[in-house]
């Protein structure tokens, strides 16, 4: 069965960072593209990053390029997202993604159930 | 950036009913287009992809039609399962982009 758990969020003062997990099982993980999603309060969903498997490829929105961080653990199968300068409309439940595929196709046919992020004064 | 229009924002209906749903693309995502469903709690799950496919484990009441500009995700009778937001999502272009959601609750 395919698991993806999130981890790491909490409340953090505007400017500050925090660092997501995402653990997942149940798959070879390296075999298959990661994304993040998160939904700000009252919202629908953004996609905000990808990292391919195998090939190290990434993408990001343009509301996070320069302030997050992708990255992937092959072998802790685990899945990152280092945020910083964080603003208070970061403010979301983050979720990771599972692709269908090695590339990123953008069909996401897993996902963890959410951590969330508060950043507030 | 691909902007997707779902309507209607809020549909009310009863179980048994029938459900239409529409997302409309700012421009052609060919049929790069999918359908999923969010609940309280939880992650979104995959019902739709390519327009029309229906994901694993998806039941036959789920129907996804259309291409270019315009989608259409039917739920030909409503279980009470059924109740929760829809989302239609492209990946026909960078970013890859969400509708705003249509919420289906019970009338």
């Known amino acids: 069965e395919v698991q993806l758990l999130e981890s790491g969020g909490g409340l953090v003062q505007p400017g500050g960072s925090l660092r997501l997990s995402c653990a997942a099982s149940g798959f070879t993980f390296s075999n298959y593209a990661m994304s993040w999603v998160r939904q700000a309060p009252g919202k629908g969903l953004e996609w905000i990053s990808a990292f391919s498997g195998g090939g190290g490829s990434t993408h990001y929105a343009d509301s996070v390029k320069g302030r997050f961080t992708i990255s992937r653990d092959n072998s802790k199968n685990t899945l990152y997202l280092q945020m910083n300068s964080l603003r208070a409309d970061d403010t979301a439940i983050y979720y990771c993604?599972?692709?269908?595929?090695?590339?990123?196709?953008?069909?996401?046919?897993?996902w963890g159930q959410g951590t969330l992020v508060t950043v507030s004064s | 950036e691909i902007l997707l229009t779902q309507s209607p924002a809020t549909l009310s209906l009863s179980p048994g009913e029938r459900a239409t749903l529409s997302c409309r693309a700012s421009q052609s995502v060919i049929s790069y287009l999918a359908w999923y469903q969010h609940k309280p709690g939880q992650g979104p799950r995959l019902l739709i992809y390519d327009a029309s496919n229906r994901a694993t484990g998806i039941p036959a009441r789920f129907t996804g039609s259309g291409s270019g500009t315009d989608f259409t995700l039917t739920i030909s009778s409503l279980e009470p399962e059924d109740f929760a937001v829809y989302y239609c999502q492209q990946r026909s272009n960078w970013p890859y982009t969400f509708g705003q959601g249509t919420k289906l609750e019970i009338k």
């Open positions: 993604a599972k692709d269908r595929n090695t590339a990123m196709v953008g069909l996401f046919d897993y």
